[in-house]
Nanobody, 120 residues
Framework: QVQLVESGGGLVQPGGSLRLSCAAS????????MNWYRQAPGKQRALVAG???????TYVDSLKGRFTISRDNAKNTVYLEMNSLSPEDTAVYYC??????????????WGQGTQVTVSS
């Protein structure tokens, strides 16, 4: 089994910054794609950014320039640096990883979610 634990959410004022982290643990052989999603109140969960094992990144166009995804393969951890935050960024943020497990093939896993609230 694999567990993803997120951290770094909280309350921030408009224009502020936050850095989210998500660390994976368990019977991990390797981790392929790592992604961040978010779900705002009353809306569906949506992709924010993704990063492949080789470091190639993808972003939702509307977030390019403000959000930066990165990863540390040695630590099985993905990060999301968020800058110039606005109330529209308020959401629960989830990490998602495609994990190759020992004796179990590749599976998709989700973190428990971390709340980000942007408000003055």
């Amino acid at each position: 089994q694999v567990q993803l634990v997120e951290s770094g959410g909280g309350l921030v004022q408009p224009g502020g910054s936050l850095r989210l982290s998500c660390a994976a643990s368990g019977s991990i052989v390797t981790i392929y794609a790592m992604n961040w999603y978010r779900q705002a109140p009353g809306k569906q969960r949506a992709l924010v950014a993704g990063i492949a094992r080789d470091g190639r990144t993808t972003y939702v166009d509307s977030l390019k320039g403000r959000f930066t995804i990165s990863r540390d393969n040695a630590k099985n951890t993905v990060y999301l640096e968020m800058n110039s935050l606005s109330p529209e960024d308020t959401a629960v943020y989830y990490c998602n990883m495609d994990v190759a497990e020992l004796r179990a093939g590749v599976g998709g896993y989700w973190g428990q979610g971390t709340q980000v609230t942007v408000s003055s």
